[in-house]
């Protein structure tokens, strides 16, 4: 698993980005089932505005990061070493951010199961 984080190939940054964005699509969901349920609240005021309306904020989380991590990957093919090497350590910071909001988001879920009913 250290390897799979420590590796800069394009294939495995490849999947790095997809695992992104699979985490922020989760993210979105979670997020969604926990404002919903009127015991959370969304801390980011930009997508507070937006989970007004669910299907937008689903368009948002999902249409917006697929483009931007394609045309990440896109300029990647073209990345020098030292580029993907930084590149890397920038996809694993995320890739550990976005882990440690879906296990939060999970665990109140958990929470919010067991404690709320």
């Known amino acids: 698993m250290f390897n799979f984080f420590k ?7 490849k999947r790095k980005l997809l695992i992104i964005y699979l985490l922020n699509v989760t993210d ?15 801390g980011n005021t930009l997508m507070a505005v937006i989970l007004n309306t669910p299907i937008l904020a689903i368009l948002c989380k999902t ?3 697929a483009t ?8 990647m093919k073209k990345a020098t070493l030292n580029q993907l090497i930084y ?11 976005y882990s440690f909001i879906n296990l939060l988001h999970l665990i109140w879920l958990i929470m919010l199961k067991l404690y709320i009913k």
């Open 7 to 13: 590796n800069y190939n394009l294939s495995i940054i």
């Open 68 to 75: 931007l991590i394609v045309f990440v990957y896109n300029r």
């Open 28 to 42: 979105i969901f979670f997020t969604l089932i926990l404002v919903n349920s009127g015991y959370f609240y969304e």
């Open 63 to 65: 249409l917006i990061p």
């Open 87 to 97: 590149s890397n350590k920038i996809i694993v910071a995320c890739i550990l951010f």
